[in-house]
């Protein structure tokens, strides 16, 4: 079974900048994998932030960006701000129209 | 601005049987493939199943393959997930999601699901 990871949790200071990191149990990611992100905050539905590795969703910051770095994709939040408190998901492509969800990693500022 | 409201959730008796609904606004729904994605209460998100815009091919995830069926009414610009031998694992807010090419990329607000006795 596929298991997809990211880190639990991770803390950043108001205006600093942080990766957060999206691997596979058992190989590496890749463009193929075309990863995408969604940030939820408590209560609330997930919001797409990027697509297909580096492409910002309408309407997102571009102080939020995506990569490809080593064997896992990446988010980065640079110049992080308290509003983006929040649990942000990675989602992997696996082929076959199949999908699975990283654990997630709740980001405080 | 795409819309997606999901309807149908609520408190049931293991074993029994539900089905969610979810109504598409303001977009061609019938050019779009659908996907249902669960959270249980305080847990991550889980992808459960995916249509194609026509309906003609569906993807699920293991743990729900055999239990649960997607399915869509094109005329009706609603998306549908019956969900059968339902367990308290299977707790959780139902979302429902558009598909853009291989990520989803507008949501609905999720509708509730208990399974309890």
């Known amino acids: 079974q596929t298991v997809v990871t990211q880190e639990p949790s991770i803390s950043v200071s108001p205006g600093g900048t942080v990766t957060l990191t999206c691997g596979l149990s058992?190989?590496?990611?890749?463009?193929?994998?075309?990863p995408s992100w969604y940030q939820q905050t408590p209560g609330q539905a997930p919001r797409t932030l990027i697509y297909?590795?580096?492409t910002r969703a309408s309407g997102v910051p571009d102080r939020f960006s995506g990569s490809i770095l080593g064997n896992k994709a990446a988010l980065t939040i640079t110049g992080a701000q308290s509003e983006d408190e929040s649990h942000y998901y990675c989602?992997?492509?696996?082929?076959?129209?199949?999908?699975?969800f990283g654990s997630g990693t709740w980001v405080t500022v | 601005q795409v819309h997606l409201v999901e309807s149908g959730g609520g408190v049931v008796q293991p074993g029994t049987s539900l089905r969610l609904s979810c109504s598409a606004s303001?977009?061609?729904?019938?050019?779009?493939?659908m996907h249902w994605v669960r959270q249980a209460p305080g847990k991550g998100l889980e992808w459960l199943a995916f249509?194609?815009?026509?309906?003609?091919?569906?993807h699920y995830a293991e743990s729900v393959k055999g239990r649960f069926t997607i399915s869509r009414d094109n005329s009706k610009n609603t998306l549908f997930l019956q969900m059968n031998n339902l367990r308290a694992g299977d707790t959780s807010v139902y979302y429902c999601?558009?598909?853009?090419?291989?990520?989803?990329?507008?949501w609905g607000q999720g509708t509730l699901v208990t399974v309890s006795s």
């Open positions: 303001q977009f061609s729904f019938s050019s779009y493939g």
């Open positions: 999601a558009r598909a853009d090419t291989t990520h989803l990329d507008y």
């Open positions: 297909s590795t580096k």
């Open positions: 249509i194609w815009y026509d309906g003609s091919n569906t």
């Open positions: 989602v992997l492509y696996m082929s076959r129209d199949i999908y699975v």
């Open positions: 058992s190989g590496s990611v890749s463009a193929s994998h075309y």
